[in-house]
């Protein structure tokens, strides 16, 4: 596609459940980053893929976050029993490689609702 | 810590005057640092890219410095327009981009 996909769009979800977030990132590109941005708040680090490995994970807030990426292209971010705090809009980037400064590319993210 | 300060107040300006945004940092000595424009709802766009070497870099009515001196980053937008407004953000870097806040600029006609 043209830019970075990620779905779904909007998710509202039970304390409690599971949810998992997608992102297509823009072909060719093998950075691959995970963000969180609750309301009003800047952009919160999670995670980082350089190809399918994950070389710094040192964001992800607890141990009921992972991430996974295949193929070098889909992102999967996963949350395990979802708390209140998990509110928030998890955005996802992706960049050619580069030694730094490189362009990030964002979706338009996946709003998470934890009711 | 690493911090990095926006200022959380919004900036309203008239049309055609020149906005002036700051991104200030402490305990930090990044390699890079961009600025992004994010619009509600929407995903934060890509607008410069500024290395520690440099002190100053343009594109159209876009000016951003870099003093790491002062550990600060002005982003200047000349002749101000309306489609300007939305939220704007500093992100420093060595390798991965770590973001501010973001400062909210409303341009009035």
């Known amino acids: 596609g043209a830019g970075v996909s990620q779905s779904p769009s909007n998710k509202v979800t039970e304390k409690g459940k599971d949810v998992e977030l997608r992102c297509d990132p823009i072909s060719g590109h093998t950075a691959l980053y995970w963000y969180r941005q609750r309301l009003g708040q800047g952009l919160e680090f999670l995670i980082y893929f350089q190809g399918n490995s994950a070389p710094d994970k040192s964001g992800l807030p607890s141990d009921r976050f992972s991430a996974e990426r295949t193929g070098e292209s889909v992102s999967t971010l996963t949350i395990q029993r979802t708390q209140q705090e998990d509110s928030a809009v998890y955005l996802c980037a992706s960049s050619f490689p580069t030694s730094g400064g490189g362009e990030l590319f964002f979706g338009e993210g996946s709003r998470l609702t934890v009711l | 810590s690493q911090k990095i300060e926006q200022n959380s107040e919004a900036l309203n300006i008239q049309e055609g005057k020149t906005a002036t945004l700051t991104c200030n940092y402490t305990?930090?000595?990044?390699?890079?640092l961009q600025w992004y424009r994010q619009d509600p709802g929407r995903g934060p766009v890509f607008l410069l890219l500024i290395r520690e070497n440099e002190k100053e870099k343009r594109k159209e009515r876009l000016k951003v410095t870099f003093d790491t001196t002062l550990k600060q980053s002005l982003f200047h937008i000349t002749a101000s327009q309306p489609a300007d407004s939305a939220t704007y953000l500093c992100a420093l870097g060595s390798y991965i981009p770590t973001f501010g806040r973001g400062t909210s600029l409303i341009v009035h006609p």
């Open positions: 305990n930090y000595s990044p390699a890079y």
